[in-house]
């Protein structure tokens, strides 16, 4: 069993920056690839970033790419989602989730409660 617990969003004007943190609970986090969705109003939830276990690999949608950059430290059980350049399509809530990478998306067992991002123009 893995919890999940996200922090760091706010209400930022675009072109700024935010680091979401997301804190696992659990013995095996280490095992798991960890990955952030997010789900604008009005809008289906959508992949942003997944990390591998290892941290060795990481995968991207188009639409962050560049932008965001997802890292984890083992050590602390957190996996982090920096992002940079901000535009107001970045608003949404954003979700970590934990589980396996298939086709370079994370597909969730867990899942945390979710942050607020708002990037105002």
């Known amino acids: 069993q893995v919890q999940l617990v996200e922090s760091g969003g706010g209400l930022v004007q675009a072109g700024g920056s935010l680091r979401l943190s997301c804190a696992a609970s659990?013995?095996?986090?280490?095992?798991?690839?960890m990955g952030w969705f997010r789900q604008a109003p009005g809008k289906e939830r959508e992949f942003v970033a997944v990390?591998?276990?290892?941290?060795?690999?990481?995968y991207y949608a188009d639409s962050v790419k560049g932008r965001f950059t997802i890292s984890r430290d083992n050590a602390k059980n957190t996996v982090y989602l920096q992002m940079n350049s901000l535009e107001p399509e970045d608003t949404a809530v954003y979700y970590c989730?934990?589980?396996?990478?298939?086709?370079?998306?994370?597909?969730?067992?867990?899942w945390g409660q979710g942050t607020q991002v708002t990037v105002s123009s």
């Open positions: 659990g013995r095996t986090f280490s095992s798991y690839a």
């Open positions: 990390i591998s276990w290892s941290g060795g690999s990481t």
């Open positions: 989730g934990a589980g396996g990478i298939v086709n370079k998306r994370l597909l969730g067992d867990y």
